[in-house]
């Protein structure tokens, strides 16, 4: 075996055990960012819970979109805007795009660059944000409401990544509006100046607070995927390290066997001269 061949298993070691370190150095970074972000999520959660235990409480008045859901039907898709984190802001782009053709939605909001591929072209995309936030933040979720109200948006249904372990992160699809939120048995709150403007501000509220959370809760999971498939290239590079050096050790085997077999045969050829 050529000298050429074992230098070229040797450089793919090498490169290899370069992609090694960055994938573990990748790992480590997701996994600081993720303890300092999950430590929020509770609080979070416990936001939005309070936000319905508030509209549970005010007496539904006027003819808002978002109590009758008259109006444009609209789907919030959350995702990421980096990579690296296996296929989860595929699964989103997928279940998001057969969502959209299967209940006939009119406008898409899409969050996240790695919605682009998905929604860049597609007729009822109405806005794309791009590295809006590195972590969600409740100012671009009132944005974001604001938009719906403006666009006479009634019916919303957001799309975004489920944190449902460490190990698990699944797309889930969720109906925000109309909204339908059990009643009390009776208010023990008085309202000024009106009622109606009161529920109305309420709505909206209510509304960006959970956009908040599902984005929230989308970057939990998608810094939990990108730890989970930095561990496996880790390993799988472990692995590959593996197979070429017992591959360099056959061959370079085979070449100092081969070399010893031409030194033999060719003093038994000067011998017998």
Known sequence: MSRGK???????????ESLKKITKAMEMVATARVKKVEKNLKGVREFLNDTKRIL??????????????????????????MGLCGAFPTEIGRAALNFVEKEGIDYVYAIGNKTIPFFKKHKSTRRIYERIYD????????????????????????????FKNRLMQKPEIVQLTP???????????????ELENLVDSALVFYVATSIYSYAYETKVSELYSRQNAMRNATENADEVIR?????????????????????VSGAQALQEE
């Open 6 to 16: 074992l230098l070229s298993i040797k450089k793919r070691v090498q490169s290899t």
């Open 56 to 81: 549970e409480n005010i007496e539904f008045v006027g003819n808002h979109p978002f109590i009758t859901g008259e109006g444009k039907k609209a789907l919030v898709v959350i995702s990421t805007d």
């Open 135 to 162: 972590v969600p933040t409740f100012d671009f979720a009132k944005t974001l409401t604001n938009d719906l109200v403006n666009d006479g948006v009634g019916k919303i249904f957001v799309v975004y990544g489920k």
């Open 179 to 193: 909204i339908e939120i059990e009643k009390t048995k009776s208010s023990r709150y008085e309202y000024e100046p």
């Open 243 to 263: 197979e070429l050096t017992l591959e360099f050790n056959k061959e370079r085997q085979a070449s100092i066997t081969q070399e010893l077999i031409e030194i």
